[in-house]
């Protein structure tokens, strides 16, 4: 497939409508209490989140949520360099994601929220910043947006999803179905093969003119995917794809940070950072021209640097 083309996102993305489209927010659950260990947390409908805790537990909180098909290992950069420097960081696997349950159900973007909810909960944590990579934006969007901000100081979307990613009446410039069709047929025919040809072409921008792609990230890209469920992976195109945000942006009342690379082949820069700190009362908003979709990895000294700015404000 054609990985420097528009189509190849849109086919590779569309396909999670057939897992759900505009996803509507829904009472948090209140079934049976959480549990907690050294390392993982139940939810309250039974699903054991993994979760990494680094740092002095003293220290001011900062939360991770990360992206598609990945694990909290994608954000170590981040929370080794921070936790270095007095800060707690704490990352989740997401539900059906790395060492978490794979749950055949409540793969979606509520269910996200309130799992990270249930992590902080648990831990009791307060006056956290929210960090989130992607889907992982999404995932703080709609935390704010069904549990709001009274154990929340800041938050930061990197490369995030929201406002919406689908294209539809009222959101024209967004991707269109076909792409994220495309992405579901993939994942269903080899998802080994289409976690390589993500890795090794947009994400990265390994498919640039006079790119050399970095095969330590491929295969840890890769590693991480398929460590995730595949019902798990499959549900989550339409979480991250179809689920509305502009609602949850809106009740944003923290300092909030947006940072995006310029060059983004996966979440297009216009139709999701610059839409987003728009939506976002005071964001503030960055640009890396050259950056791709993972500039986790590929800008990771700059993005460091700039969490770190934000957080000492």
């Known amino acids: ?69 990945l694990n909290s290992d994608s954000w170590e950069s981040q929370m080794l360099f921070l936790a ?14 790395g060492r978490s349950s794979q749950p055949w ?8 929220a309130d799992d990270l909810a249930a ?13 989130g990579f992607s889907t992982g934006g999404g995932e703080v969007a709609r935390y ?11 938050a930061v979307l990197v490369s995030a999803v929201p406002p919406l990613m689908l294209q539809t009446d009222d959101n024209p410039d967004g991707l269109p179905l076909e792409v994220f069709d495309g992405l579901r ?47 798990n992976t499959y549900d989550s195109i339409a979480a991250f794809s179809a689920t509305d945000f502009r609602a949850d942006l809106a009740k944003f009342d923290v300092p909030t940070l947006v940072i995006h690379g310029g060059d983004d082949q996966i979440v297009p820069v216009d139709t999701s950072a610059r839409a987003s700190a728009a939506l976002i009362r005071g964001a503030r908003l960055i640009i890396y021209p050259d950056g791709p979709h993972g500039i986790a990895d590929t ?14 404000k």
Not at 119 to 131: F, K, M, N, S, Y
């Open 299 to 312: 800008h990771k000294d700059l993005l460091n640097e700039d969490l770190l700015e934000f957080l000492q």
């Open 1 to 69: 497939m054609n990985l420097s083309k528009r189509p190849f996102i849109a086919g590779l993305l569309a396909a999670s409508l057939c897992a759900g489209s505009f996803a509507q927010a829904t009472p948090p659950s209140k079934e049976t209490p959480m549990t907690l260990t050294t390392n993982t947390v139940t939810t309250r409908d039974g699903v054991q989140l993994y979760y990494k805790d680094w740092g002095p537990k003293d220290g001011p909180v900062v939360t991770f949520s990360h992206g598609w098909p």
């Open 119 to 131: 992590v902080i909960e648990a831990l009791d944590l307060h006056e956290v910043t929210l960090i």
């Open 84 to 97: 270095e420097r007095g800060y707690r960081v704490i990352a989740h696997d997401r539900r059906g994601h």
């Open 144 to 154: 704010i947006g069904r549990h709001g901000t009274g154990r929340v100081s800041k």
């Open 105 to 112: 159900d409540g793969n979606d973007m509520d269910h996200y």
């Open 185 to 231: 047929a993939g994942s269903l025919a080899n998802r080994s093969r289409l976690y390589l040809d993500i890795a090794s072409g947009p994400f990265f921008g390994f498919n640039r003119p006079g790119a050399t792609p970095d095969q330590s990230l491929i295969q840890s890209f890769w590693v991480q995917g398929m460590q995730a469920g595949h019902k």
